[in-house]
Structures are given as C-alpha cells and as structure tokens.
C-alpha cells in the first residue's frame, strides 16, 4: 500500500489515515490509489467490523483532488478511478466513520458525504470548494436529501465553509469533538457497532440505504426480507441464550 495511506486493524476496527498533511491531505494518484485498496481489504477482511477514516495532522481531513498534479496533468474531465470506482470502494453493508481532524474540501467532504458516520472535530469546516477552481461536484447530487435543497445550493454555488457546529445542526454530523478527544470518541463509536450483532448491523445499514429508493409499504417490505436472515442465524439465537445466561454474547457472524 503507498506511503501515503496508512491501514491498519486493531481489535476488530479498521484504521485508514490519508497521510499527506504537507499537502493538506489532498488525493493525488497515488494515495487514490492506496486509499482504496485500503478499503477493499476493509471489506474483504471478515475480521474487521467498522472502519475509521482520518487524516494526519490537525488542519485538514481531505483538501479533495491534488490540483497540482491535475494541473501538471492537464485534467479534463475525471478518469473513472477518481469517481465511479472510488465510491465503489466505499460501497461495504460495514459501517464506516469518517474522524474529520481538520478541514473537510471537496474530496475531503465528498468522503464525508459517502461514509455512513461522521465524528468531527470543532475547529473542521466544510466546503464544495470546486468553484473557486472551475471544476465540478457531481458526488454532491446526494446532498440535498442530506441536509436539504437550501443548504446544498449555498455550499454549491458560494463554496463558502460551514463550521462543524452548523453541520451537526442540519444533521450531517453525528458529534462534534474537541480536536484531543476526535480519536478516543470515533474509536468509542466504533467499538459500540463492533461489539453488536454482526449480522444485525449489516442489515441495518443496508435497509437504511435501500428504503431511500423505496416507497413506504415497499420499504417496509423490503426490510421484511432484508431482515429474514439475521432472525434465523445462529447469532438471533445467541442474543436471547446470552440474556438470560447473564452474560456476553459471542457473536460468530452467521
């Protein structure tokens, strides 16, 4: 994996650091490139059951793209490896956190949009700062069913930052942390998914996301089917036995 993504999993939660504060902690190529096969292992390792995604340093999370290197490269429109196969790479039924340690631009919010939740430190900010640099935001079409059709065009049409306050109020945020206690809290976040029910969590992601594209009774039928697997597996069993054994549950995941 490139020197500009670290990975690693400890007890259970992964940790990806996008490790190039000198530059912001923007994505050139190569730490694309790190970054998602980083999450591809996430999602291929059954060993790990949440993951976390930072940055180094305190001043940003993800500048988004590395625009010297689209400058030096003459960029046009973005090859697919910088849209379509990187939300592919985020595409897991594991939960995901996003630990915003510092400004969140472009890419940077874009990552922020795409994980499922999001602890943030105080001092973070956050920009469609696409703009300001003639280029485009077409990851951000999602926005307005996030924090409402209002507040995605001011961020689409000012790239003016909104402060990690404000986006906890829209809904966007789960926490807002001082900068010292970001980690300690989205690793706290962590370990309460992955000491649940595997099977139950999954599910619980999926039927979130799925139910967006659905009607109401459509949805609820769906969640119906979604759900028939995890009360027959050997965990829906589990969860009751360990009850009212007054003990942990030792989950196997089927």
């Known amino acids: 994996m490139a ?8 007890e259970s939660i992964a940790w990806l650091t996008i490790n190039r504060p000198e530059a ?8 694309r490139d790190g970054f998602a096969d980083a999450c591809r292992a996430f999602a291929s390792d059954d060993s790990a059951t949440v993951l976390i995604i930072t940055g180094a340093g305190e001043k940003a999370f993800c500048a988004g793209a590395d625009l010297k290197e689209m400058a030096e490269t003459a960029m046009r429109v973005p090859p697919k490896d910088l849209f379509i196969e990187f939300n592919r790479t985020l595409m897991t039924d594991k939960p995901i956190i996003a630990a915003v340690n ?3 631009f472009a890419g940077g919010f874009r990552i922020a949009q795409m994980v499922d939740l999001v602890v943030s430190a105080d001092h973070a900010t956050y920009a469609i700062s696409e703009p300001k640099v003639g280029r485009g935001a077409p990851w951000a079409a999602p926005l307005g069913r996030l924090v409402g059709p209002r507040i995605a065009l ?14 906890y109020e829209l ?7 001082p900068h010292d206690q970001l980690l300690t809290a ?3 976040m962590a370990r309460s998914i992955a000491d649940n029910a595997p099977l139950s969590v ?5 039927m979130v996301y799925d139910s967006a594209s659905l009607g109401w009774l459509e949805g609820l039928d769906h969640a119906d089917e979604l759900w028939k697997h995890v009360y027959l597996s050997e965990d829906g069993q589990e969860g009751p036995r360990a009850f009212r054994e007054k003990r942990k549950p030792v989950w196997q995941g089927r």
């Open 154 to 167: 001011e961020l689409l049409t000012t790239a003016a930052p909104l402060s990690a306050q404000r986006m």
């Open 171 to 177: 809904g966007f945020i789960n926490r807002v942390v």
């Open 3 to 10: 020197d500009e993504i670290i990975y690693d999993v400890r």
């Open 202 to 206: 999954r599910a619980g992601k999926r």
């Open 24 to 31: 912001r902690n923007a994505l050139n190529k190569a730490a």
């Open 186 to 188: 989205a690793e706290e």
């Open 102 to 104: 510092g400004h969140a």
